[in-house]
């Protein structure tokens, strides 16, 4: 007997290793999202929906970039902040070509360490939002390339 699956209802897992664009998650939640106004209700439009999202992050970036404090994230999603680390970097060998010319022989010389920082962004989350990404990057890395 030969056991049929149902095809799912979920396209993102032919997708599973790559980032959902903001406007398939628009084009999946338009009709739960409803806007009331005095004649009624509507559905909210792509572009106010994008105004609402760039806003969010905005805040979200000024919060966490900008001010360096923590932000909480709405629905019990975890927190952000950016945390400052040293680098942590191994000396590299390389051939010195001109040395090695010269000389007729191999010559290595050493890259030294860096003694510099750099700013990571983190993302405390629970278990289930384990796959999940912080996406505006661009606005956080030109915010924290201001700061340097």
């Given at each position: ?5 149902r095809k ?7 997708y599973?290793d ?14 739960s999202?409803r806007?009331?106004s005095e004649?009624?209700s509507?559905i909210?439009?792509?572009s ?7 806003t969010f992050?905005?805040?979200?970036v ?10 909480k ?14 680098h942590?970097?191994?000396f590299?060998?390389r051939?010195?070509?001109e040395?090695?010319?010269?000389k ?14 750099y700013?990571k ?13 912080v996406?505006?990057?661009?606005r956080?890395?030109?915010q ?5």
């Open positions: 007997m030969k056991i049929r699956h799912s209802n979920n396209h993102y897992k032919k599973k790559k980032y959902v664009s903001v406007k398939d998650v628009y084009n999946t939640i338009k009709h999202i806007v009331k004649r009624g509507r909210l439009s792509y106010e929906y994008y105004s609402i999202l760039s992050l905005d805040e979200v000024d919060v966490v970039a900008v001010k360096q404090e923590v932000f994230m709405p629905s019990k999603m975890g927190n952000i902040y950016t945390k400052r680390l040293p942590k970097r191994p590299h060998v051939i010195d070509i040395e090695t010319k010269k007729g022989e191999v010559v290595l010389y050493k890259v030294p360490i860096l003694d510099d920082d700013i962004l983190w993302w405390d989350r629970p278990y289930k939002y384990s796959k999940y990404k996406l505006p990057l661009k956080f890395k030109e924290l390339n201001k700061q340097k």
